[in-house]
T-cell receptor
Framework: EAGVAQSPRYKIIEKRQSVAFWCNPI?????LYWYQQILGQGPKLLIQ????????DSQLPKDRFSAERLKGVDSTLKIQPAKLEDSAVYLC??????????????FGAGSRLTVL | DAKTTQPPSMDCAEGRAANLPCNHS???????VYWYRQIHSQGPQYIIH???NNETNEMASLIITEDRKSSTLILPHATLRDTAVYYC????????FGKGTMLLVSP
């Protein structure tokens, strides 16, 4: 099966500019996640969607970050305006339920953002 | 989600078994334990998961203690390609990742 697709793979912008990342999950996966991974750290959950509804966005900096998942398939993560500390890899993942209570995540390759 | 604790780094000789420990003492009864690994410049890759019983698949074995407060991921015959950061996480639908264990497999 095709994996989780993300674009762009790399993006360099200046602070205060805006950027958008796109994710296409595995077909049939109802749950979609956006994680932020800063160099040397583990992935940090930004937002989790179940179909096109938000399950958890408690760690999303809502003053500058926004995400949407129209029609419960593709998703877009936007940052506006970007700050230097937003430099990170943005990982998209989708999941299916293997058994009750167990969800296996499949990650995309990530989008690396550098803010200058 | 349960908080997990892992050693920051481990070494293993090629061909030997790699045993990676994880402490998840705050795990609740219905939370699964998951292991993922991340090779440089790639997204994390799922390895294995379990609830109470030990589990084995083509990649690894997972040993969970009877009290479920800790687990061990076993790579039975480590290869150079197993060099990666290994994440242990536990949760229900939302997974939180720590810094993981950097496993270095040497010739």
């Amino acid at each position: 099966e095709a994996g989780v697709a993300q674009s762009p793979r790399y993006k360099i912008i200046e602070k205060r500019q805006s950027v958008a990342f796109w994710c296409n999950p595995i077909s049939g996966h109802a749950t979609l996640y956006w994680y932020q991974q800063i160099l040397g750290q583990g992935p940090k959950l930004l937002i989790q969607f179940q179909n096109n509804g938000v399950v958890d966005d408690s760690q999303l900096p809502k003053d500058r970050f926004s995400a949407e998942r129209l029609k419960g398939v593709d998703s877009t993560l936007k940052i506006q305006p970007a700050k230097l500390e937003d430099s990170a890899v943005y990982l998209c993942a989708s999941s299916f339920r293997v058994t009750v209570g167990a969800n296996v995540l499949t990650f995309g390759a990530g989008s690396r953002l550098t803010v200058l | 989600d349960a908080k997990t604790t892992q050693p920051p780094s481990m070494d293993c000789a090629e061909g030997r078994a790699a045993n990676l420990p994880c402490n998840h003492s705050t795990i609740s009864g219905n939370e699964y334990v998951y292991w993922y690994r991340q090779i440089h410049s790639q997204g994390p890759q799922y390895i294995i998961h379990g609830l109470k019983n030990n589990e084995t698949n083509e990649m690894a074995s997972l040993i969970i203690t009877e009290d479920r407060k800790s687990s061990t991921l076993i790579l039975p015959h480590a290869t150079l390609r197993d060099t990666a950061v290994y994440y242990c996480t536990a949760g229900y639908s939302t997974l939180t990742f720590g810094k993981g264990t950097m496993l270095l497999v040497s010739p």
